[in-house]
């Protein structure tokens, strides 16, 4: 039997529970994106901090990613899983605490270790792409990535339905149920059935150098950096911009919902355009999308104009991000994934925190306005880079094993 036989036998399965996990786990982190910046404003030092626990979260995720990939090289992707939830139920607890005696450095540890279990969480999609045949890889990712519709209702509802429970302590009985849905995901990801690292994954393949000298990765790692960066920019200030605009926190946790739901939607079918269109095509597509959805918010402040904003977002970035991610899968041999995928989100969520760093103080500062014009600098430079890949003449070839 061949090495790769034992997770295929067991691939229905495994992408049935990794879809399942992403849907806890992305409700896990939609809880910390809907309070954080609220709880920030009301026990930050300064309003320029508020969206500091956001910000302390996407550099949980940078910090976190090499890591879990050196634990999913060594001990195998089940083991690394495990370690994230345990952060998951941290987050929780931690930001309980933190609600209750008001302190904002605790929020923000919590919002650290909620950091680190989305670092974990988003090595799902790659996870899923191992367990099918090369051409079933983007249809296997986008379904694990759909996952996260479910996030998209149970996140918000998870706070509109428990933030009140404990009228002293605003959002404690949220925090609470954020720790129970991280365990909910661990019991389904020991589960998950997937071989152990041979001894030439272990090893690593080729030097990272000559992987990162790849044309192709340089744009992989460029248009997934940039789709996140752009969409944790404004999704980060919008909640905080909306209880500005005096605009009530229901309608808030809904918009957010929306986006959420819009982010992982379109995974039931990205995954076949991909394979129809290409990559590159559908990553140009979602970022004209997210372009659009910067010339929403730019048209008012009312709850209509935040919502559509943040739908065209969450569309934008599915089409963009996933197809970055089918990029990345054909810049590598089978025994460097864990390295190349892991340096690849390490990169993307570097860069994702130096724009969260900037969102709330651009926001305090200026304005919701200056937000949205501030993201179409990124944006114009990865269309540029996106339709010269576009036009080549064949597609980024995958390397030889």
């Given at each position: 039997m061949s090495i790769a036989a034992p997770h295929l036998r067991y691939a229905r399965s495994n992408i049935a529970r990794l879809a399942i996990a992403q849907a806890l786990a992305g409700a896990?982190?939609?809880?910390?994106?809907?309070?954080?910046?609220?709880?920030?404003?009301?026990?930050?030092?300064?309003?320029?901090?508020?969206?500091?626990?956001?910000?302390?979260?996407?550099?949980?995720?940078?910090?976190?990613?090499?890591?879990?990939?050196?634990?999913?090289?060594?001990?195998?992707?089940?083991?690394?899983?495990?370690?994230?939830?345990?952060?998951?139920?941290?987050?929780?607890?931690?930001?309980?605490?933190?609600?209750?005696l008001g302190s904002f450095w605790l929020l923000c540890l919590g919002a650290f270790f909620g950091g680190a279990y989305a670092a974990v969480v988003q090595s799902f999609r790659f996870a899923a792409a191992d367990c099918v045949e090369p051409d079933r890889r983007p249809q296997a990712l986008s379904i694990v990535?759909?996952?996260?519709?479910?996030?998209?209702?149970?996140?918000?509802?998870?706070?509109?339905?428990?933030?009140?429970?404990?009228?002293?302590?605003?959002?404690?009985?949220?925090?609470?149920?954020?720790?129970?849905?991280?365990?909910?995901?661990?019991?389904?990801?020991?589960?998950?059935?997937?071989?152990?690292?041979?001894?030439?994954?272990?090893?690593?393949?080729?030097?990272?150098?000559a992987i990162v000298r790849q044309p192709g990765f340089a744009v992989a790692v460029m248009c997934g950096a940039v789709s996140y960066m752009v969409m944790n920019f404004l999704m980060t200030a919008a909640p905080l911009a909306m209880r500005l605009c005096?605009?009530?926190?229901?309608?808030?946790?809904?918009?957010?919902?929306?986006?959420?739901?819009?982010?992982?939607?379109?995974?039931?079918?990205?995954?076949?355009?991909?394979?129809?269109?290409?990559?590159?095509?559908?990553?140009?597509?979602?970022?004209?999308?997210?372009?659009?959805?910067?010339?929403?918010?730019?048209?008012g402040i009312a709850v209509a104009d935040f919502w559509l904003t943040l739908i065209l977002l969450g569309i934008g970035w599915n089409f963009s991000f996933v197809g970055a991610s089918t990029m990345v899968l054909d810049c590598h041999r089978p025994e460097e994934k864990a390295q190349v995928q892991s340096l690849n989100d390490f990169i993307i969520f570097g860069l994702m925190a130096v724009g969260s760093f900037t969102s709330g103080e651009l926001l305090t500062l200026y304005g919701w306005d200056m937000v949205l014009w501030v993201s179409t600098g990124p944006l114009a430079?990865?269309?540029?880079?996106?339709?010269?890949?576009?036009?080549?003449?064949?597609?980024?070839?995958?390397?030889?094993p």
């Open positions: 896990n982190s939609v809880v910390l994106f809907a309070t954080g910046a609220i709880l920030g404003h009301e026990l930050a030092p300064s309003p320029a901090l508020a969206t500091l626990p956001i910000s302390i979260f996407v550099v949980g995720m940078a910090a976190f990613i090499l890591p879990a990939g050196a634990v999913a090289r060594r001990h195998g992707r089940r083991t690394a899983f495990l370690l994230g939830t345990v952060c998951g139920v941290l987050v929780g607890l931690l930001s309980m605490l933190a609600v209750m990535m759909a996952g996260g519709v479910v996030a998209g209702v149970l996140g918000p509802q998870l706070v509109t339905l428990t933030m009140d429970l404990w009228p002293a302590h605003m959002f404690a009985a949220t925090f609470i149920a954020q720790s129970i849905v991280a365990l909910l995901s661990a019991a389904v990801l020991a589960g998950v059935r997937l071989p152990l690292p041979t001894a030439e994954e272990i090893a690593g393949g080729r030097p990272i150098a005096g605009h009530s926190q229901a309608s808030s946790n809904l918009g957010l919902q929306w986006h959420i739901i819009a982010m992982y939607g379109p995974s039931f079918f990205t995954g076949r355009l991909i394979t129809r269109f290409g990559a590159a095509r559908v990553a140009i597509v979602g970022f004209a999308l997210i372009g659009m959805a910067v010339v929403a918010g730019l048209r430079m990865v269309v540029l880079a996106l339709i010269v890949v576009a036009l080549r003449p064949a597609p980024l070839a995958r390397p030889a």
